[in-house]
């Protein structure tokens, strides 16, 4: 089974500053996907970015990027200028080839304070 | 078009009812997922139509829990003698076809279920 693990609770930044949440995933499969997906208050789960296993090349959109590690089965976002929008739970989450269900990890609850 | 949508918002219902969730996919998708999200936790999968079958239910926790899409576009979750572990926000989601992994799934707000 996989199982996906983000270590950090919590965590607090400045407007404008660069913030980093992390992840860590546990499969045997070789083919997979990875996503960050963000949820405010509304409860809707927004995709931020998503990786493909096979690509080397890290993700990015605009201001969000990713570093995936996929020796070290890490799979961490960057948060670059950000603003107090990004407030909210995010999410990591995995897919495997061949199924269609998202399995997330517990979520990091981001706060950008002015 | 529109996004996902979820009726009702909020439920409440006291402990041994039957309650229904509504889920309205985005136009045109053919895959649609449920998921249930408990207070601090992720969406845990729950199941997973194809058109109107559903191609995986292993997530749903026992047979209380029962959902259907008999026209292949609006889903309804069904919970027959619900209990106080059944609280949780209960969410939906559909992609365009399910069955490449490059589909996106775009998610519903959610019904948020309280079982008194």
């Known amino acids: 089974a996989q199982t996906v693990t983000q270590s950090q609770p919590e965590m607090s930044v400045q407007e404008a500053e660069t913030v980093t949440l992390s992840c860590t995933y546990d499969?045997?499969?070789?083919?997979?996907?990875l996503f960050w997906y963000k949820q405010p208050p509304s409860r809707q789960m927004i995709l931020v970015i998503r990786?493909?296993?096979?690509?080397?090349q890290n993700a990015t959109e605009n201001r969000f990027s990713v570093n995936f590690q996929k020796a070290a089965k890490s799979f961490s976002l960057k948060i670059s200028d950000s603003q107090l929008g990004d407030t909210a739970m995010y999410f990591c989450?995995?897919?495997?080839?061949?199924?269609?269900?998202?399995?997330f990890g517990q979520g990091t609850r981001l706060t950008i304070n002015p | 078009g529109a996004g996902v949508s979820q009726t009702p918002s909020n439920k409440v219902t006291e402990k041994g009812k039957y309650v229904e969730l509504r889920c309205d996919p985005i136009?045109?998708?053919?895959?649609l997922y449920w998921y249930r999200q408990s207070l601090g936790q992720g969406p845990e999968f729950l199941i997973y139509?194809?058109?109107?079958?559903?191609?995986?239910d292993s997530g749903l926790p026992n047979d209380r829990f029962f959902a259907v899409r008999p026209e292949g576009s609006v889903s309804t979750l069904k919970i027959q003698r619900t209990e106080r572990g059944d609280s949780a926000v209960y969410l939906c989601?559909?992609?365009?076809?399910?069955?490449?992994?490059?589909?996106?799934?775009?998610f519903g707000p959610g019904t948020r279920l309280t079982v008194l």
């Open positions: 989450a995995f897919l495997y080839w061949g199924a269609q269900k998202l399995v």
């Open positions: 136009s045109g998708h053919t895959a």
């Open positions: 989601a559909s992609s365009a076809n399910g069955r490449e992994n490059t589909d996106t799934q775009y």
């Open positions: 499969t045997s499969e070789n083919n997979y996907y």
């Open positions: 990786q493909e296993a096979y690509k080397q």
């Open positions: 139509f194809q058109g109107t079958g559903a191609a995986d």
